[in-house]
């Protein structure tokens, strides 16, 4: 089945895309969820509507994304997490962390978009943020060890 994707929908296309499904996909899954609509003749001239009008939002968002890029980059985050006498911390550094840690910076981000390498020790750390398509940004963790109370 022919439909026109209306959202964004990983690993299928972007909006405006105009792509071949299975039925059963997109009777059950797309067209309910409002991501997709049918290919047909009557929607020929909106189909060509919403590319037009993709183009242009495609077009703002990665503007907006590259402006968001610039000002992750120009912060550092910094966190402190309990470790033992030889500086290996007791759990890890997620990215469900350092969304809390964007969040107090006044950024809200997915955890899902944010990438961290695997942390276990105290030291300074690069996360990377997906923000759009080809958008990325590189962000300075740095993470400190607190001494255990004993």
């Known amino acids: 089945m022919e439909i026109l994707l209306i959202e964004n929908v990983p ?39 919403e590319k037009l009008r993709a183009e242009k939002l495609r077009a703002k968002e990665l503007a907006d994304a590259k ?21 290996h911390l007791f759990g890890s550094v997620t990215n469900a962390d350092v969304a809390e840690l964007f969040k107090g910076k006044g950024f809200t981000l997915d955890r899902r978009d944010i990438t961290v390498p695997h942390i276990k020790d105290a030291g300074t750390y690069i996360v990377d943020v997906r923000l759009y398509s080809g958008v990325h940004a590189k962000v300075s963790l740095e993470v400190s060890a607190t001494a255990t109370a004993e």
């Open 11 to 49: 690993h299928l296309g972007v909006r405006g895309d105009v792509v071949n499904v299975k039925d059963g996909y997109a009777r059950n899954f797309l067209m309910p969820r409002k991501m997709a609509l049918p290919v047909t003749a009557g929607n020929k001239r909106q189909i060509e509507l």
């Open 67 to 87: 402006g968001l890029a610039e000002k992750l980059e120009a912060i550092s985050l910094a966190v402190a997490k309990k470790a033992g006498e030889n500086g």
